[in-house]
Nanobody, 121 residues
Framework: QLQLVESGGGLAQPGGSLRLSCAVS????????IGWFRQAPGKEREGVSC????????HYADSVKGRTSIARDTSKNQFTLHLSSVTPEDTAVYYC??????????????WGQGTQVTVSS
């Protein structure tokens, strides 16, 4: 069964860090690009980062570049997103999604249920 399940959200202090995980099942992750997205209340969904399951190539949004890292663990079928120096502007529901092989980047076809991240003192 195809699944993407996010975890690791919660409350973080400004200036702190977060580690989010996306556990995938039902497909071979080595063929897909996995992306992380977020949506804050009243705002459009924003792409945060993505990584190729095959070669580990990564991309980061300008809003998080320099304080974010994305990684894959093919042995665990898991992807992680580490976000540091967080601010209240990082508060959002974070989602992971998969982009099929051979499709243009942005053609995400399956999504997790999301995990809430709140940055507040």
């Amino acid at each position: 069964q195809l699944q993407l399940v996010e975890s690791g959200g919660g409350l973080a202090q400004p200036g702190g860090s977060l580690r989010l995980s996306c556990a995938v099942s039902g497909f071979s992750l080595g063929y897909y690009v996995i992306g992380w997205f977020r949506q804050a209340p009243g705002k459009e969904r924003e792409g945060v980062s993505c990584i190729s399951g095959s070669d580990g190539t990564t991309h980061y949004a300008d809003s998080v570049k320099g304080r974010t890292s994305i990684a894959r663990d093919t042995s665990k079928n898991q992807f992680t997103l580490h976000l540091s120096s967080v601010t209240p502007e990082d508060t959002a529901v974070y989602y992971c999604a998969r982009n099929p092989p051979g499709e243009p980047l942005g053609s995400y076809d399956s999504w997790g249920q999301g995990t809430q991240v709140t940055v507040s003192s």
